[in-house]
C-alpha cells in the first residue's frame, strides 16, 4: 500500500494562487492520481486526474484554471490552482488507484479557504 500526505493549504484572497502537493511513501508508477475536495455540507467531488499514462481530465468548474502534473521520480502529485475564487474552498484530498489491484488510497486532506 501507500501513503499519501498533502500539502500547500492556506488562506488566498480571490483571484490568486496555491499549489498543492501530494507526496507518497513509495512510487507511484503504478497508480492514477487525483485530487478530491469537498466543502462542508456538500459531497466530495472530483477535481482533476492524472493516470499512469500522463493522461489528464479536468472538472468543468477548474478547467482552464487548474493544472494537475505528477513527477514519478518525487513520488509526487501536484496541482496548481489559479484565479482561485470563493467556490474553491475546501479541504483537497490526493487519491491514489492501483492499476494493478483496483485498490484506492487517500490522503488526510489539506484546507485551501479562499477570502478577502
Known amino acids: 500500500q501507500v501513503q499519501l500526505v498533502e500539502s500547500g493549504g492556506g488562506l488566498v484572497q480571490p483571484g490568486g494562487s496555491l499549489r498543492l502537493s501530494c507526496v507518497a511513501s513509495?512510487?507511484?508508477?503504478?497508480?492514477?492520481m487525483a485530487w478530491y475536495r469537498q466543502a462542508p455540507g456538500k459531497q466530495r467531488e472530483l477535481v482533476a486526474t492524472?493516470?499512469?499514462?500522463?493522461?489528464?481530465n479536468y472538472a468543468d468548474s477548474v478547467k482552464g484554471r487548474f493544472t494537475i502534473s505528477r513527477d514519478n521520480a518525487k513520488n509526487t502529485v501536484y496541482v496548481q490552482m489559479n484565479s482561485l475564487n470563493s467556490e474553491d474552498t475546501a479541504v483537497y484530498y490526493c487519491?491514489?488507484?492501483?492499476?494493478?489491484?483496483?485498490?484506492?488510497?487517500w490522503g488526510q486532506g489539506t484546507q485551501v479557504t479562499i477570502s478577502s
Open positions: 487519491n491514489a488507484q492501483s492499476q494493478i489491484t483496483s485498490r484506492a488510497y
Open positions: 492524472v493516470a499512469s499514462n500522463g493522461r489528464t
Open positions: 513509495s512510487s507511484i508508477i503504478i497508480y492514477d
